[in-house]
Structures are given as structure tokens and as C-alpha cells.
């Protein structure tokens, strides 16, 4: 839902449940509520007109991804990405586009630990 709303831009519940979550099964008061919680969390700002809350996002869509992907990593992977790359190895799913982007950041983060170590 973050994401939606971070690449959709402002959006009322209404138009979420029609957007997003009738094609994902979501019922209209599973959006209200979701919206609600992130608001609360300070992930979306919201703004009242003729008695409807517009919700926005409060960061930029790489920022809402670099976030959730963040969260995931710490949380469901206990820090480390060593699970997630295996997956995508092991299911054979990187193009080699995404290989080479995966080696420069592996240059650019062996760089960095090399200038650490001076």
C-alpha cells in the first residue's frame, strides 16, 4: 500500500480499495485501516477535503523501496542478504543486467572496506 500510494501519488481510500485492493482481494475497509496505520506511523501525511482524507507519501518511492527492503533484511532475514541472494541464484531469476549491477555494488562495497581499513 505505501508503495502504491508513493508511486500513485495523493489518494483517497476509495480510490486505493479500487486501484489496489479489488485487484489484490483487498476488502475497502482493510485499506481505510492499513492507511490509517501509516499515517500514524508518519509513512503517508493526510489532508481532509469535503469530509475525505487524500493520503500522501512522505518519501520518495526509492526511499519507501530502500525502506521496506531495509525492514525485510533486519527483520525477516535477521540482518543478513546472504538468504535473499541465494534465493534469486538458487530460482536462477537474475537477468545480466542485474548480475553486472550486483557486481558494481559488490566493487563499490569492497572499495569502501578497503578505504575503512587505512
Same mark, same amino acid.
Request: charged share 20%; proline share 3%; no cysteine.
Given at each position: 500500500?505505501?508503495?502504491f500510494v508513493s508511486e500513485h501519488g495523493?489518494?483517497?481510500?476509495?480510490?486505493?480499495?479500487?486501484?489496489?485492493?479489488?485487484?489484490?482481494?483487498?476488502?475497502?475497509?482493510?485499506?481505510?485501516?492499513?492507511?490509517?496505520?501509516?499515517? &500514524?506511523?508518519?509513512?503517508? @501525511?493526510? *489532508?481532509?477535503?469535503?469530509?475525505? %482524507?487524500?493520503?500522501?507519501?512522505?518519501?520518495?518511492?526509492? #526511499?519507501?523501496?530502500g525502506g521496506l527492503v531495509e525492514q525485510?533484511?533486519? &527483520?525477516?532475514?535477521?540482518? @543478513?542478504? *546472504?538468504?535473499?541472494?541465494?534465493? %534469486?541464484?538458487?530460482?536462477?531469476?537474475?537477468?545480466?543486467? #542485474?548480475?553486472?549491477?550486483?557486481?558494481?555494488?559488490?566493487?563499490?562495497?569492497?572499495?569502501?572496506?578497503?578505504?575503512?581499513?587505512r
Amino acid at each position: 500500500m505505501l508503495r502504491f500510494v508513493s508511486e500513485h501519488g495523493a489518494t483517497t481510500a476509495g480510490e486505493a480499495a479500487t486501484l489496489y485492493g479489488e485487484p489484490n482481494g483487498l476488502a475497502r475497509s482493510t485499506i481505510e485501516t492499513v492507511l490509517t496505520r501509516l499515517f &500514524k506511523k508518519g509513512y503517508l @501525511s493526510r *489532508t481532509q477535503a469535503g469530509g475525505v %482524507f487524500r493520503y500522501g507519501a512522505t518519501m520518495e518511492p526509492q #526511499e519507501v523501496m530502500g525502506g521496506l527492503v531495509e525492514q525485510f533484511v533486519e &527483520k525477516t532475514l535477521g540482518g @543478513s542478504l *546472504t538468504p535473499f541472494v541465494n534465493y %534469486f541464484v538458487r530460482q536462477n531469476q537474475l537477468s545480466e543486467s #542485474e548480475v553486472a549491477e550486483l557486481q558494481q555494488l559488490v566493487d563499490k562495497l569492497q572499495a569502501r572496506q578497503q578505504e575503512g581499513e587505512r
